[in-house]
Every structure is written in C-alpha cells, then in structure tokens.
C-alpha cells in the first residue's frame, strides 16, 4: 500500500519552461513535506520542504505548494534548467514520524 | 566539508555471507537512518538511530538484519546470510536534531548478492 505516489515516473521539459512535479498521498495524519533531488550514484539531495499550516513555500526558481483536501502536492521549477535533470523524490512524515518516500519521477530538461 | 561517508560504494557478496555497511554521519549529527532503495522504488526507511540507542527500527526485517551506531566510530548495518533479494542501495542520512530535521544523505553502498 503506497501512501506516497509519484505517478509520472518521467517528465521532460524545455530548458527555460516550467516543470511541474506531482505527488499524492493517502494518509490524512502527513504534515510535513519534503523534496529530494537524486543524481545517479548519488545520495538524495535536500531541495525544500513545506509545513501542513502552509499552502506554498517558495526558494529561488523552486515552488512547492500544497493541498491538503486534494491529498496533493507540486513542485514547481522555473525557469528548468539542463542541471535539473535528477530524479525527484517526494517525501512525507506525521508528528515527527519516519519519512515516507515516493517511487520518484526522473526529470529530463532538453537543451 | 565532510558530508555523510558511506563505504564501501559497492559490495559484493555471495548468498550467505555477511555485508557491512559503514556510515559516517556529518560532524556534530547525533542522528542515523538508514534507508534501502530497491530498482524502480523509492527509498524505504529500515531503522534510525542515536549514539548507542535504536529509536526506531519499525522498518528493519526482524531476521538477518542489525544496525548500530556507537559511541565512537560509524554506524554499522549488518545483514547476515545475505540472499539475493538484499541487492539494493542502501543509503544512509543523519541529522543534527529530531526526525523534523532535513537529513542529510550520503552517496549510498550498492549491495549485489549473487
């Protein structure tokens, strides 16, 4: 039983667009979320995380936002650039429970 | 600037033998988890940890598996008789407070059993 989805395994887009990552979840006790980045033979990478008590957090040309009665949430990269291209994985905790982990979506940003 | 160290990168093992996993957390982390990622999947929490105490090993296969994190030196994940369905990446985090907290990752060990 996933509790954390990603169902987009790939997504390309443009350099220069917006890419747009999705995740959803089942279980209505999450309240913390976060994203990774992962290069192949690398560990994940901290990219930006967002409170249940918050429907957006912004850092640079990365945006994620949040809807709790969807069950949903997005990562928004703008301008994408080729650097951008990683598997991002899209995580989930409760009061300070384990992370639990998306199977990741593998963006590729075309030249 | 010294992240998480994981060693070795790759192991190899036969069905049977015993895998070693080290992880050095980031200096001044208290924190450890230990994660396994098997193809096409996301990672999968196995156990976390903080000097000389498991806090949580919900995720840990109740045989064969063991981890610990002592006072001094890595943090260790042991498996026991590996058999062929351990092949992954297991990566390692640590954290310099609670669960809360980013976690920092280290570049993974590649687990093959043949």
């Known amino acids: 039983d996933q509790q954390v989805k990603q169902n987009s395994p790939s997504l390309s887009v443009q350099e220069g667009r917006i890419s747009i990552l999705n995740c959803d979840y089942t279980n209505s006790m999450f309240d913390y979320f976060l994203w990774y980045k992962k290069y192949p033979a690398e560990g994940p990478t901290f990219l930006i995380s967002i409170s249940s008590i918050k429907d957006k957090n912004e850092d640079g040309r990365f945006t994620v936002f949040l809807n709790k009665s969807a069950k949903h949430l997005s990562l928004h990269i703008v301008p994408s650039q080729p650097g951008d291209s990683a598997v991002y994985f899209c995580a989930a905790s409760a009061s300070g429970q384990n992370f639990v982990f998306g199977p990741g979506t593998r963006l590729s940003v075309l030249p | 600037n010294a992240g998480v160290m994981q060693n070795p990168r790759h192991l190899v093992r036969r069905r049977g033998q015993e895998a070693r996993l080290r992880c050095s957390p980031v200096k001044g982390h208290s924190h450890v988890y230990w994660y396994r990622q098997l193809p096409e999947e996301g990672l999968k929490f196995m156990v976390y940890?903080?000097?000389?105490?498991?806090?949580?090993e919900s995720g840990m296969p109740k045989e064969r598996f063991s981890a610990e994190f002592p006072k001094e030196g890595p943090s260790i994940l042991r498996i026991q008789q590996v058999v062929r369905g351990d092949s992954a990446a297991y990566f390692c985090?640590?954290?310099?407070?609670?669960?809360?907290?980013?976690?920092?990752f280290g570049p993974g060990t590649r687990l093959t059993v043949l």
């Open positions: 985090a640590s954290s310099p407070g609670q669960r809360r907290n980013e976690q920092f």
């Open positions: 940890l903080q000097k000389e105490n498991i806090i949580d």
